[in-house]
């Protein structure tokens, strides 16, 4: 089956431009997670959506970064304006666990590296 | 607050070497766990996963891990590493109700031929 996938795979920004990054999961996963990873860190959830709703966003900084995903499929994270400590891998991952069955593991994109100057 | 912290940040082993990493989680309620690798240049792969059942979990490659619930910890371990075992390894834990999915902040692994 096809994984998840991220588009694009890199991109510089100056500070305060805009920028989106897209997530197709893998086909019938219902969850789909948004991270973004600093060098030299951990993965740290920004988002988690389960179908179309959101489930979790309290990491998320909702001044500046935003999420979607209309139709419960696709995915778009937008940062705006972004700034110098934005620059960091963004992951998107999915799983098949919804509502009260997460026993499930997640899966992984390439994710996007992001670089704001 | 859930956490999962990771004991060792930067790890140096020779080939044929034994190898554990620690991880310890902070979750209430029902918790999955998960060990996952990142070879260089890849993307986050599954090592292996606990759920319930056998506290001795065996995934890919050679590695297993153990669940001890008492010490809140889910250790890696391998008996003999190689040069391709060279990678960053990160412990996660999800919530087995919400599927809230937290990483520890990662081991790099670096293994000397």
């Known amino acids: 089956e096809a994984g998840v996938a991220q588009s694009p795979r890199y991109k510089i920004i100056e500070k305060r431009q805009s920028v989106a990054f897209w997530c197709n999961p893998i086909?019938?996963?219902?969850?789909l997670y948004w991270y973004q990873q600093i060098l030299g860190q951990g993965p740290k959830l920004l988002i988690q959506?389960?179908?179309?709703?959101?489930?979790?966003d309290s990491q998320l900084p909702k001044d500046r970064f935003s999420a979607e995903r209309l139709k419960g499929v696709d995915s778009t994270l937008k940062i705006q304006p972004a700034k110098l400590e934005d620059s960091a891998v963004y992951l998107c991952?999915?799983?098949?666990?919804?509502?009260?069955?997460?026993?499930?593991?997640?899966?992984f994109g390439q994710g996007t590296r992001l670089t704001v100057v | 607050a859930q956490s999962v912290s990771q004991h060792n940040h930067h790890v140096i082993l020779s080939e044929a070497a034994s190898l554990e990493l620690g991880c310890n989680y902070s979750?209430?309620?029902?918790?999955?766990l998960f060990w996952y690798v990142q070879y260089p240049g890849q993307h986050l792969q599954l090592l292996l996963k606990?759920?319930?059942?056998?506290?001795l979990v065996k995934g890919i490659k050679g590695f297993e891990a153990e669940f001890i619930k008492s010490k809140f910890s889910f250790n890696l371990r391998k008996p003999s590493v190689q040069w391709s075992d060279t990678a960053e390894y990160f412990c996660?834990?999800?919530?087995?109700?919400?599927?809230?999915?937290?990483f520890g902040q990662g081991t790099t692994l670096q293994v000397k031929p």
């Open positions: 991952a999915s799983s098949r666990g919804q509502g009260n069955f997460m026993n499930t593991e997640a899966f």
């Open positions: 086909s019938g996963h219902a969850t």
């Open positions: 959506f389960q179908n179309n709703g959101v489930v979790d």
């Open positions: 979750y209430g309620g029902t918790v999955n």
């Open positions: 606990y759920f319930s059942g056998d506290p």
């Open positions: 996660a834990a999800n919530s087995g109700n919400t599927g809230k999915l937290i």
